[in-house]
């Protein structure tokens, strides 16, 4: 039976998640000892590192894109490990990003990666027999499973299986047992707050002579002898279950070791619990993140401290092949796996929680408690932002924003992050690469409630968009707000010129004289960009981000900017991806130079690596359509004259089952195929090629 607080359950267990990540993380090995951690730190009471925005994290984007298994090919029945390998390929971009950090035998999961893109499927893909024992027993088997947990409320078994099944792919004997340990323990959270109680059922679902089961139990009876001193029980871990015992770069046992630590000397306090898997050191922000998930579900967001919650604000970035994906708002993502629970359970979804999340558009409903959907203010010394359950347009909850004694000509920006460039992060953790959320075209609508404390004059708000590239505000016109009414706000997001959208918002602006100064509160509620979009991308308005030029993802090949255009030259297929992951029906067109090479194409409706359209010029004098479904098939050609160093425009548009390539206005393919219902759109080759791409026009029918 899904619990009647369910969602606010996985909420506050993700949130965990990435709050144990972005804790850890600073700390994380080889170089931060347990000992330099606490010579630099002492006791951790709070972050140890500010950050612009923290990047992206390979435990963080485990979980997210390893689920997605569950919409590809686990949509009507229980997931398998094949189906968590297929996501693996598909949103992954090869030797960059999500997971890449090691080696070929050096890191589990590059392993594991090679041999599947080489034929080998899971679960040997992962299993001992082909990559040993060391290799196989590795952490990253806990590490990416916490979905898993989530999407399973209250029974542990199943959510065990899950996470085997996800494990599997790169892990194999105690690898696994750590996946059903902490899938278990997520699940059983949402019945209990009782820590000891959640671990029984942890340890339930693996061997009792697992040596997972025994570095659990060790630490549980030196718990009982000693239940003050969580740095006593850390050296026992490292005098008998430490790193020298277990090889490879981050093996699973000690740190499991730490893990059960942390929960037990935590005794059910979030925030203690977080830290103290910090503060032992070995896989900091892994063990922080999987006992976060644990600890978020069991104390629920209550338990959360503010100076944990605040920095996240709701917000966080992947490094997955989908820059679109890669944005990703924790309320709505919160939803999203609550549906999924539902599905898997066989219980009917909720038709309020069903209508509130919508994955092809940005929508916030400030219905969870705390929640700010990633909402910022400009100048925090005029303007600061907070839930509120006291005012909303519908339904219970709302964004507060106190205005502090503004006057005449003083404002604050209040807005959403729609996209991301180098500039707004502090490193480049798992490069992550972003497509925007919010285009021309598209409608931006909210509605904002005024309660004025003090002033001459009410407030007044003007909608806006700031451009990425020339940091050009487009403000759209002052509106004046009404004292105790709501007004709806709705404009249009005008043409950039072929520059990205990084920010979409109001202006808030006190008319008000001198004295008395302005002095109140607005409400936001019910934020939303949506509708059709058409937009052009100048390259020569963009710049190269993360190795990547935005706003593509690039995969394979060397992508740069070069007279005022993308220029690639590859000695393999590469190709770029952009745009909102789900647009169905739209043209894309690009003006494409070939220089070398005789594949050129272009894509559309791609869903990763592994899926997707592409068309045209395919070998001399000829175009052809394909479809990638783990693989290329050809599905139609044409004759069509073509020359190097020469520049066409190609547009493909898919409408329906239909897909029309036509190459400068002229029709030169039609094909009707039903594959693929969505998907981004993108730049290809199949083979070794040099072309340069100009001037990109997306537009959805």
């Known amino acids: 039976m899904i619990p009647t607080n369910y969602v606010e359950k996985v909420y506050a267990g993700y949130l965990g998640m990435n709050i144990g990540i972005r804790l850890g993380a600073p700390v994380e090995p080889t170089i931060w000892t347990y000992e330099r951690i606490r010579r630099t730190y002492g006791d951790i009471t709070g972050y140890v590192k500010e950050f612009k925005n923290f990047a992206a994290d390979d435990d963080a984007n485990g979980p997210y894109y390893f689920l997605r298994a569950l919409y590809d090919d686990a949509a009507d029945r229980d997931v398998t490990p094949n189906d968590v390998a297929r996501a693996w390929l598909n949103y992954a971009r090869e030797g960059v990003g999500m997971f890449w950090w090691g080696g070929y035998g050096v890191s589990t999961e590059h392993t594991a990666y090679v041999n599947l893109k080489n034929g080998i499927s899971a679960p040997r893909s992962g299993s001992i027999a082909q990559n040993g024992r060391v290799i196989a027993e590795q952490i990253g088997g806990q590490i990416f499973i916490d979905t898993w947990g989530l999407v399973n409320p209250g029974n542990p078994a199943k959510a065990a299986d899950f996470g085997e099944a996800a494990a599997r792919v790169s892990h194999d004997g105690e690898g ?42 060790a630490v549980l009876a030196f718990h009982a002898e000693h239940p003050d001193d969580f740095r006593a029980c850390r050296e026992m871990l490292e005098r008998d279950w430490g790193y020298d015992k277990y090889k490879g770069v981050c093996h699973i046992i000690p740190n499991a070791g730490v893990c059960v630590l942390a929960m037990i000397y935590g005794q059910g306090d979030f925030n203690r619990t977080v830290e103290i898997a910090t503060m032992c050191g070995w896989d900091t922000d ?100 907070r839930h509120s359950a006291e005012k909303a347009h519908s339904g219970t909850g709302s964004l507060e924003i106190v205005f502090d004694r503004m006057t005449r000509g003083e404002m604050s920006k209040v807005y959403y992050k729609p996209f991301y460039t180098r500039a707004d992060f502090s490193d480049e953790r798992y490069s992550p690469t972003f497509a925007p959320r919010a285009y021309a075209g598209q409608k931006v609508s909210m509605a904002i409630y005024l309660d004025q404390w003090s002033g001459n004059e009410t407030m007044g708000v003007a909608p806006y968009v700031r451009l990425a590239k020339s940091r050009k505000e487009l403000v759209q016109g002052y509106l004046k707000l009404v004292d105790q009414q709501w007004l709806q706000v709705e404009f249009e997001i005008p043409d ?13 602006e006190a008319y008000s004289t001198r004295k008395p100064k302005s002095l109140g509160r607005v409400f936001l509620d019910d934020f939303r960009i949506y509708g059709k979009s058409d937009y052009t991308i100048d390259f020569a308005k963009q710049s190269t981000d993360f190795g990547c030029v935005t706003p593509f993802a690039h995969n394979h090949g060397a992508w740069s900017l070069a007279d005022g255009a993308m220029y690639l030259m590859t000695a393999e297929p590469s190709e770029a991806y952009a745009g909102n992951y789900f647009a169905k029906d739209y043209a894309v067109s690009v003006k494409l130079n070939p220089q070398s090479g005789d594949s050129h194409l272009v894509a559309i409706r791609a869903q990763g690596a592994m ?32 020359r190097l160093d020469q520049e066409y425009e190609l547009e493909l548009t898919a409408q329906g089952d239909t897909l029309t390539l036509s190459v400068n206005g002229e029709q030169a393919l039609r094909h009707r195929d039903a594959t693929w219902g969505y998907g981004m759109y993108g730049v290809s080759t199949r083979g070794a090629a040099r072309t340069y791409y100009r001037g990109v026009r997306v537009t959805e029918l």
């Open 176 to 217: 696994v047992l750590g996946a059903r340990f902490f899938c278990a323990a997520i699940a059983r959270a949402f019945e209990t707050s009782d820590i000891r109680v959640i671990l029984d059922a942890a340890l339930a679902q693996i061997p009792a002579d697992s040596l997972y089961a025994r570095v659990a139990r």
């Open 286 to 385: 892994c063990n922080a993140g999987n006992v976060g998930t644990v600890l978020g579900v069991a104390a629920g967001l209550e338990g959360i401290a503010d100076k944990y919650r605040r920095p996240i604000n709701d917000g966080i970035v992947m490094s997955g092949i989908s820059g679109y994906l890669n944005i990703l708002d924790l309320p709505s993502y919160a939803k999203e796996l609550a549906i999924l629970g539902y599905r898997l359970a066989k219980e009917p979804c909720p038709a309020a929680l069903s209508d509130s999340f919508r994955e092809n558009e940005v929508y916030f409903d400030f219905e969870l408690p705390g929640s700010t959907h990633n909402i910022r203010v400009s100048d925090p010394f005029f303007c600061q932002a």
């Open 496 to 508: 950039t010129g072929g520059d990205l959208v990084d920010e979409v918002g109001i202006v808030l």
């Open 611 to 642: 899926r997707g359209y592409h068309a045209g010029f395919d070998g001399s004098d000829r175009v052809a359509l394909y479809l990638n479904d783990f693989g290329y098939t050809k599905l139609a050609e044409a004759s069509c004259p073509w």
